[in-house]
């Protein structure tokens, strides 16, 4: 069994930035991929960004060049780092790991408003 636990959400204004983090614990020998969905009221979840055990990285068009994704293998701890951010940002952002199947966490909302 593989539990997320994620944090780091919160409100934030137009052009700031923030952090999110999810670490992993269970009984894991390792996790291949790591990454982040995020759902926005009424709409679907969507992938935002995913990084391989060997640190290869993905990410959607909407947030190239603002956020960036990293991972900690030690502590099977992956991050989201936002910058730039824009109300469209706003959603519950989902961690997820997979290992023999696809884990996920709780949520953490991000709302992005003045």
């Known amino acids: 069994q593989v539990r997320l636990r994620e944090s780091g959400g919160g409100l934030v204004q137009p052009g700031g930035s923030l952090r999110l983090s999810c670490a992993a614990s269970?009984?894991?020998?390792?996790?291949?991929?790591m990454g982040w969905y995020r759902q926005a009221p009424g709409k679907e979840r969507v992938l935002v960004a995913d990084i391989t055990s060997g640190g290869n990285t993905n990410y959607a068009d909407s947030i190239k060049g603002r956020f960036t994704i990293s991972r900690d293998n030690a502590k099977n701890t992956v991050y989201l780092q936002m910058h730039s951010l824009k109300p469209e940002d706003t959603a519950v952002y989902y961690c997820?790991?997979?290992?023999?199947?696809?884990?996920w966490g709780q949520g953490t909302q991000v709302t992005v408003s003045s």
């Open positions: 997820f790991a997979s290992y023999y199947g696809v884990y």
């Open positions: 269970g009984n894991i020998p390792r996790i291949d991929d």
